[in-house]
């Protein structure tokens, strides 16, 4: 197989900025016609450094996940929905996890306007969103700040987390197989994960339909120990499947064709 082409290698930088590039904009900052663009991502895609969607392709995330604003961006119709439709189901005066997440952020932002919170999070973004609601108590979990995303990882914070029984739990997941399998990509981030899920009473699943399309090498645990399972659509039917015979409740906001890939 030959090696890849300058441009190819461009538009694999533009796709882990970006989160995703698409065939009409690439062929317009190369000037290169689109079937010749269709033919760089295919090439890359046999690779496995890429994975098509419509219109386009994304980066095929195997080892490293995606730079934290391209996934911000990712989505964005789809994780507000799934972020009120979860929101929605922690009352007030309720205790909670939130990990690390664009998602679980946008849970953040839908919970502002809860009263007689207890909120404790090892992501510096949440804390951003919640610290000044006089309503909302916040406890930050201390330890290593890994740069990329302000997640605060590693066994200071999974031995803080440990400290506490809380009502519900908020979680992510970088990917999910079909068989309920939930993954990540940094060990010390799932440990945190793993401390989340069993210290609290209810754990919701909050993850876009894109996370079936993508890997990750490290194992959180399975959608069984999830009690609620809010994304925007399921379209694979053997996952489906393992949601009702493990009981899990799954909630499907709707497809946002025009945001989500």
Do not use: W
């Not at 195997?62 to 929905?81: F, I, P, T, W």
């Amino acid at each position: 197989m030959n090696a890849i082409s300058s441009r190819q290698q461009d538009i694999l930088v533009l796709a882990r900025a970006q989160g995703r590039v698409s065939v009409e904009d690439l062929s317009a900052r190369f000037d290169v016609s689109p079937q010749t663009i269709r033919k760089d991502l295919n090439d890359l895609c046999v690779r496995r450094l890429m994975s098509r969607v419509h219109g386009g392709a994304v980066v095929a995330s195997g080892v490293e996940n995606l730079a934290y604003e391209a996934r911000r961006a990712m989505a964005q119709g789809a994780k507000r929905a799934i972020a009120e439709a979860a929101a929605s189901m922690v009352p007030n005066r309720a205790s909670l996890f939130i990990n690390i997440g664009t998602t679980t952020e946008e849970v953040a932002r839908a919970l502002a306007d809860h009263e007689d919170m207890l909120v404790i999070t090892n992501n510096l973004n949440v804390a951003t969103l919640l610290y000044r609601h006089p309503k909302i108590e916040l406890i930050m979990a201390g330890g290593p700040v890994r740069h990329a995303d302000g997640a605060v990882i590693g066994s200071a914070a999974v031995d803080f987390v440990r400290q506490f029984r809380v009502d519900y739990a908020v979680i992510g997941a970088s990917a999910i197989e079909e068989d309920g399998t939930l993954l990540d990509f940094d060990y010390r981030e799932v440990q945190v994960a793993r401390a989340i899920i069993d210290n609290a009473r209810q754990v919701i699943l909050v993850a876009d339909r894109s996370k079936l399309e993508r890997t990750a090498p490290v194992r959180i645990g399975s959608i069984a120990e999830i009690d609620t399972f809010v994304t925007d659509t399921v379209s694979s039917p053997e996952l489906r499947n393992v949601c009702q015979r493990e009981q899990v409740e799954l909630i499907e906001v709707g497809s946002l064709d025009d945001e989500a890939f």
